[in-house]
């Protein structure tokens, strides 16, 4: 069983950036593909980025490409992304996603509100 802990959200203004960071624990990720989705007030969960076990593959949605940055490291157990350039629209609640060895694990999300 895998637990993951989202932290880093918060309000910024718009061009403004954030960090967020996702811990997991309970065992070791470093196999795992880690992501990062986003779901807005009245919206569908959207994805926003991941990254392979390796860390040598990043993928984006078209959306963030150029303005975030995912990343991680296996011997802490943590991904991370980075989020600059913000905008208004980048408003929702970011989760952080691991799959491998068969199983799904979603964090509780956290909260980052651009203002305008």
């Known amino acids: 069983q895998v637990q993951l802990v989202e932290s880093g959200g918060g309000l910024v203004q718009a061009g403004g950036s954030l960090r967020l960071s996702c811990a997991a624990s309970?065992?070791?990720?470093?196999?795992?593909?880690m992501g990062w989705f986003r779901q807005a007030p009245g919206k569908e969960r959207e994805f926003v980025a991941a990254i392979s076990w390796s860390g040598g593959s990043t993928y984006y949605a078209d959306s963030v490409k150029g303005r975030f940055t995912i990343s991680r490291d296996n011997a802490k157990n943590t991904v991370d992304l980075q989020m600059n350039s913000l905008k208004p629209e980048d408003t929702a609640v970011y989760y952080c996603n691991a799959v491998g060895e068969g199983y799904d694990y979603w964090g509780q999300g956290t909260q980052v509100t651009v203002s305008s």
């Open positions: 309970g065992r070791t990720v470093s196999s795992y593909t």
